[in-house]
């Protein structure tokens, strides 16, 4: 459903994108991610036709953004990210901006109260239709950004930050509004909430100083960025971690053992190398060296650790 390939954005001398390729399948939820300054909304706006590309393509749909812009618009949503949230109209009424926009994007007269009203009805904001918008909370602020989106129907939802500056309980509100929108649409969003990209979308790109550092689904990123699967042993006691780390190191496969001390307990983190299970040579290792296990379980990377291994190169 959208194609990116070797996509560069020069301002001057100035790199904001380059050499970016990525694909996203009908239905899947990407999450576009990366530092502030790293290029994920000049990739959007490129995408919505708002740039042109200095390199490289872009396809929605199979059109190509700059050859086919119109096209293009016709099947896409944009929720843009302003200075005090979606890029709305705030002195309007919810519903005269939905009517606003509606027109914009080419909505027939005859079918514009229904498609608004459908637009509505999907973001829960029926009840605020004739509310102002600048007096709507930050929550209803974001489901109208959301509800002019969806106006022309769009196969493709892009959605800038759609979870800033929102509570809790706001943010799972939205994030279950997304996630019910998968499957019928194809959705990129951004957000600096690495979890909630965690819980909401099926494949990340990982973006950072304009260039695409990582692509995949967060398990697969987790075991990449780790160097393999991993397991995490809990022993009884305060064993010497220079012993247990000579100990495990005899276990074939293994590409990596780190040893702390957590709470009384003996943390052992084990990087496998290969495909072999290793969990049954931790077991007998502890058994001869009468280490007592009292936890053992598989481990990765969280979200957050892969995204700070990748940008910043940092050891966690």
Same mark, same amino acid.
């Given at each position: 459903?959208?194609?990116?390939?070797?996509?560069s954005?020069? &301002?001057?001398p100035?790199?904001?994108?380059?050499?970016v390729?990525?694909?996203?399948?009908?239905?899947?939820i990407?999450?576009?991610?990366?530092?502030?300054?790293?290029g994920?909304?000049?990739i959007?706006?490129?995408l919505?036709?708002?740039?042109?590309?200095?390199?490289?393509?872009a396809? %929605?749909?199979?059109?190509?953004?700059?050859?086919d812009p119109l096209?293009?618009?016709?099947?896409i949503? &944009?929720?843009?990210?302003?200075?005090q949230?979606?890029a709305?109209y705030?002195?309007?009424?919810?519903y005269?901006?939905?009517?606003?926009?509606a027109?914009?994007?080419?909505?027939?007269?005859?079918?514009?109260?229904r498609?608004i009203?459908k637009?509505?009805e999907?973001?829960?904001?029926?009840?605020?239709?004739?509310r102002?918008?600048?007096r709507?909370?930050?929550g209803?602020?974001?489901?109208?950004?959301?509800?002019?989106? +969806?106006?022309?129907?769009p196969e493709?939802l892009? +959605?800038?930050?759609?979870?800033?500056?929102?509570d809790?309980?706001?943010? %799972?509100?939205?994030?279950?509004?997304?996630k019910?929108?998968?499957?019928?649409?194809?959705?990129?969003?951004?957000s600096?909430?690495?979890?909630?990209?965690?819980?909401?979308?099926n494949?990340?790109?990982?973006i950072?100083?304009?260039?695409?550092?990582?692509?995949?689904?967060?398990?697969?990123?987790?075991?990449?960025?780790?160097?393999?699967?991993?397991v995490?042993?809990?022993?009884?006691?305060?064993?010497?971690p220079?012993?247990?780390?000579?100990?495990y190191?005899?276990?074939?496969?293994?590409?990596?053992?780190?040893?702390?001390?957590?709470?009384?307990?003996?943390?052992?983190?084990?990087?496998?190398s290969?495909?072999?299970? %290793?969990r049954?040579?931790?077991?007998?290792?502890a058994?001869k060296?009468?280490w007592v296990?009292?936890?053992?379980k598989?481990?990765?990377?969280?979200?957050?650790?892969v995204?700070?291994?990748?940008t910043?190169?940092?050891?966690?």
């Amino acid at each position: 459903m959208i194609e990116v390939k070797n996509l560069s954005k020069f &301002y001057g001398p100035t790199k904001a994108v380059e050499d970016v390729s990525f694909t996203v399948e009908k239905g899947e939820i990407l999450g576009l991610l990366g530092p502030n300054g790293a290029g994920k909304t000049t990739i959007m706006r490129i995408l919505t036709g708002f740039f042109q590309p200095t390199g490289g393509s872009a396809k %929605i749909a199979g059109f190509d953004v700059v050859e086919d812009p119109l096209e293009v618009k016709k099947r896409i949503g &944009y929720m843009q990210e302003g200075q005090q949230g979606p890029a709305l109209y705030y002195e309007m009424t919810v519903y005269s901006f939905l009517d606003f926009v509606a027109q914009l994007k080419g909505a027939p007269k005859k079918d514009r109260n229904r498609t608004i009203h459908k637009a509505m009805e999907l973001t829960g904001i029926k009840d605020v239709k004739d509310r102002i918008i600048g007096r709507l909370s930050s929550g209803y602020k974001q489901r109208v950004g959301l509800a002019q989106a +969806l106006l022309n129907d769009p196969e493709v939802l892009i +959605l800038d930050e759609p979870t800033r500056g929102l509570d809790p309980k706001q943010i %799972i509100e939205i994030r279950q509004l997304i996630k019910n929108m998968a499957g019928e649409r194809t959705i990129i969003l951004s957000s600096h909430i690495l979890p909630e990209v965690a819980m909401t979308c099926n494949k990340i790109v990982i973006i950072d100083k304009g260039t695409k550092v990582a692509e995949d689904t967060q398990e697969e990123l987790s075991r990449k960025a780790e160097g393999g699967d991993s397991v995490l042993v809990k022993l009884k006691g305060k064993q010497e971690p220079e012993d247990v780390e000579k100990e495990y190191g005899k276990i074939k496969g293994l590409g990596e053992v780190k040893v702390s001390l957590e709470g009384g307990l003996t943390v052992v983190k084990v990087v496998r190398s290969g495909v072999k299970d %290793i969990r049954e040579e931790l077991f007998k290792t502890a058994v001869k060296n009468d280490w007592v296990i009292l936890e053992m379980k598989s481990s990765s990377l969280s979200l957050e650790e892969v995204f700070l291994r990748l940008t910043t190169k940092e050891e966690v």
